[in-house]
């Protein structure tokens, strides 16, 4: 279940079934990436803040460059740049990780028992790509995570009411599942998928328990008073982003 806390009185989003897990979902409040003017100063003090709370240096609260990719890296203490990047994995105390959104599907993973996290960007091309169950199999492969162990949060994101897509589009993401079923849909002519629920069937059919997956059920277009969206706000540079410390 998702529910909002604050840091030092600005909106967050967090779930229950990342219990054990410093996490959390940023929100327009609580902001830490923009290209704006207007939006500089607020993001620098949310830096700020975030670090405070974590107890980190700011060079240690880390992103890397997003491009839609599949392509995964492993955190790595001093080192700050991962180009071409969109899916993080997190093995470290000393650092946060955070990736950045507006309307794409962040999806957050965490082993319990090995404590280790992971931030997933699951746009419509990462869904293609599979990056949310490759994240559990690149931590199965090089740190032992048992799929069965896992815990999933998938955040704030377009969902099935809003996002219609292309025929090329649907046939991209409807191959990455076996079950396909209740995924998409037709209406008034224009085809509509549901990127959150194909995350969760990825993760599902790469062994994660249903039960440990939560589904956040704000619609970035929807919701666009607490979310930004790239769609609802002429290609904004705002986003909000999933961070997590261990």
């Known amino acids: 279940m998702f529910y909002f806390e604050k840091i030092n009185g600005k909106k967050i989003l967090k779930s229950t079934v990342l219990d054990g897990l410093n996490h959390f979902f940023t929100t327009r409040e609580s902001v830490i990436k923009t290209k704006e003017p207007d939006f500089e100063k607020i993001v620098e003090e949310n830096k700020k803040d975030i670090c405070e709370f974590f107890g980190i240096a700011k060079e240690n609260l880390i992103h890397p460059s ?7 890296e492993v955190a790595k203490v001093g080192k ?3 180009p071409d990047t969109d899916g993080l994995i997190l093995t470290n ?7 950045n959104f507006a309307d794409c599907t962040p999806v957050i993973i965490f082993d319990p028992v090995k404590n280790i996290g992971a931030v997933s960007h699951a746009g419509w091309r990462g869904t293609a790509g599979n990056i949310a169950s490759k994240t559990v199999e690149k931590m199965q492969k090089e ?14 994101a377009i969902s099935f009411c809003c ?3 292309g025929e090329e589009v649907l046939e991209k993401v ?5 079950n396909f079923d209740g995924l998409s849909e037709i209406r008034e002519g224009n085809i509509y998928i549901d990127l959150k629920g194909i995350n969760k069937q990825q993760l599902i059919e790469v062994g994660v328990k249903p039960e440990n997956i939560d589904v956040c059920p704000y619609c970035t277009v929807c919701n666009n008073d607490l979310f930004f969206s790239y ?5 904004t540079t705002n986003r909000h982003s999933a961070v997590i410390k261990l």
């Open 66 to 72: 997003q491009t839609h990719t599949s392509h995964i």
């Open 80 to 82: 700050n740049s991962y």
């Open 93 to 99: 105390k000393e650092q946060s990780i955070y990736l």
């Open 143 to 156: 740190f032992g995570s048992n799929p069965c162990d896992l815990k999933c949060a998938i955040g704030p």
């Open 163 to 165: 996002y219609n897509v």
């Open 174 to 178: 409807k191959i990455t599942v076996k």
């Open 231 to 235: 769609r609802n706000e002429n290609a």
